[in-house]
């Protein structure tokens, strides 16, 4: 492990760290083990040798192109990691292809896996929308959120949301014991069960005490503007179209969302009232929008499931012809069932 420090000399550093340092997070965000701490006109990197020398290299680049313009954007350090392939500073970064995401409790190394979910972790470099979709025990959302804490770490972002649609699936909420808070919990027990892997329980406790990681479901989102912010929408096959324009739309100044899903797993009343893949059709040709999907080949948990799913597969192929996986831009209100399933749980 090296330390070196970096002076900056006749150019206010407010121009290549930007307003509350977003530009130069952004910077740092490319090099996740490396360590980067902009104060004053310096900026102090803690990491390998090979990181440090990269990173060097990369800002001499944010600083050539600040001489050539007026001002620097998000979008200019992005091109940097986006020029020529011989000039291309990504694959010098250890960090960054390295299969290693983040390190978990008692140092346990949470990688990518399978193809897809080393995609994922590339585009998240690449774009700031990104829909993984595809089957369970794809590592998805697990992948996503790690992520995020791994963003939250490296103080890309300042905080993490992470969101699924209180959608019943066969069961009731109403008739489950406790508060709203008891009620809601249960569907939001994947996220929980994520973070826990990769954050110490106390330091977690005082992270949501905080705010600094917020789970909620989707209808807490309404109204919101989510800035400097890691956010994630976990099974948004059960959106509507217009709850899923209503999430999209919340999205501010260095935000990163990655919305995950599975159509083949839709828990509304009428299949067809799901708007992810017709949301999907509408965005996807949009620079800065990912779109991964997921294969029984990404599945990652007992090898019993990749069977199971593709068994349910052949089986939905011959008896819902034409209706696994379909959405029509006919949807009730962005309130819909979600907040009408709130509101009957609040008073359960």
Excluded: W
Excluded at 74 to 83: G, L
Excluded at 262 to 281: C, M, V, W, Y
Excluded at 301 to 311: E, M
Excluded at 314 to 337: D, Q
């Amino acid at each position: 492990m090296s330390e070196k420090r970096i002076e900056l000399h006749h150019i206010d550093p407010v121009e290549i760290f930007g307003v509350n340092d977003r530009l130069i997070l952004r910077l740092g965000g490319y090099f996740p083990k490396l360590k980067v701490i902009a104060r004053g006109n310096s900026i102090a990197l803690k990491g390998c040798d090979k990181d440090i020398a990269a990173f060097e290299k990369a800002l001499n680049r944010v600083i050539e192109t600040r001489g050539k313009k007026r001002s620097l954007s998000i979008d200019d350090i992005d091109a940097i990691f986006e020029s020529e392939p011989q000039e291309r500073l990504l694959p010098e970064v250890s960090g960054v292809n390295s299969d290693i995401i983040v390190y978990g409790n008692d140092g346990k190394s949470i990688r990518a896996r399978t193809k897809n979910q080393k995609k994922l972790v590339a585009d998240y470099y690449k774009h700031d929308l990104i829909f993984a979709l595809g089957p369970a025990g794809t590592g998805k959302t697990y992948t996503a959120i790690a992520l995020a804490v791994r963003a939250l770490k490296n103080r890309e972002v300042k905080k993490l949301i992470l969101t699924r649609p209180a959608v019943e699936a066969g069961e009731r909420l109403g008739f489950l014991p406790g508060d709203l808070k008891e009620k809601l919990d249960p569907y939001l027990q994947p996220l929980y069960d994520a973070l826990m892997d990769m954050i110490p329980s106390q330091k977690l406790k005082q992270y949501m005490e905080d705010g600094v990681i917020q789970i909620a479901p989707l209808a807490y989102m309404r109204g919101r503007t989510l800035e400097s912010a890691f956010v994630i929408l976990d099974e948004a096959q059960n959106t509507s179209f217009g709850q899923l324009k209503m999430f999209l739309t919340r999205m501010g100044e260095n935000a990163k969302f990655i919305v995950t899903g599975d159509a083949t797993q839709i828990d509304l009343p009428n299949r067809e009232d799901s708007g992810l893949i017709k949301g999907i059709s509408l965005l996807k040709s949009i620079k800065g929008i990912s779109v991964i999907n997921f294969t029984r080949d990404d599945i990652v948990r007992h090898p019993l499931v990749s069977k199971i799913v593709k068994a349910f597969e052949k089986e939905e192929e011959t008896s819902l012809p034409g209706t696994a996986g379909t959405a029509t831009a006919e949807t009730a209100s962005p309130e819909s069932s979600e907040s009408a399933t709130a509101e009957a749980a609040s008073k359960a």
